[in-house]
């Protein structure tokens, strides 16, 4: 991998950096306040606190920003020296335009947008990308692998595509770690232990993601395979199913994420 430059090391970022170096990343300067953030990677990479440290004649093939979008007006025209003529911007940062970023960075920069996921931290996140105006085929063909070394990658035909992937994809292991949380309180509820609780409901959404991934059965196809008529399964799915339950509850959800995304555009 050519060098990189990782502007914000926290969850996202940290889990991009751990999959570069497991993919041969030998020059990675990482710019991150907390030195807590980068104590892992010690001896691994370039740590500077702020840009300003950054080695004079550090010539990124590509800089990753991976700091919350609410950080990136003070920081964004500070990075405007590594925007330059042939260098790849690559952003994880929710809502962020390519417009936005790019009269942020100096005007000069090819940005890629990009949204992954949390279970990067295991290899096994999902991205959907998107390349903005100017970017070749070798910085796309870079994006990609920087992307791909932390799970799969989509790349969408639209920007605007992003602020649904944002809520669909981008915050979905929220809402799966939202269902282990309610089996694991709704199991104490029926006089379960907490211990068997909590290992039941963390095994039974690990087991299913597993098996989801595994087969090749629709979502709907695998679901109806627990329910068994007129058994168990069915009483309970009578309640989330009803249309004014997860059906409506879910589209009103990804639908206030969405627009939250669009709003983080500004
Ligand atoms: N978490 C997630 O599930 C996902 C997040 N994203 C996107 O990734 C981005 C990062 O999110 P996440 O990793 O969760 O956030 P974190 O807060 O964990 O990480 C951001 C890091 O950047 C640091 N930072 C702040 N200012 C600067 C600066 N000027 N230069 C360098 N580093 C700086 C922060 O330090 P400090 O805390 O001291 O401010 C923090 O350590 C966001 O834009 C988010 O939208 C995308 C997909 C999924
Ligand atoms: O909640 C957020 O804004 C970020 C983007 C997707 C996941 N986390």
Redesign the pocket.
Known sequence: MPPLLL????????AMLEGWLERGAEQVVV????SE?TAGFAGRVTHCA??EQIPAGFTPAAMVL????Q?AD??LPTLSRFAREGALAVS???GKTIAGMTGALGGKAQVVRA????PAAVRQGFTCAFAGPGVNPAQRALADELLSAIGETAWLEEEGQLDAV?AVS??G?AYVFLLAELLEAAAIEQGLPPALARQMARRTVAGSGALLSASQEDAAQLRRNVTSPKGTTERALNVLMAAEAWPRLMSQAIAAATTRSRELAG
């Open positions: 502007v914000g090391c926290g969850k996202m970022g940290g710019v991150e306040p907390s953030a702020a840009v991976a700091i919350k979008p950080q003070a920081a994880i940062m929710a949204m992954p996921n949390t944002t981008g915050g292991p």
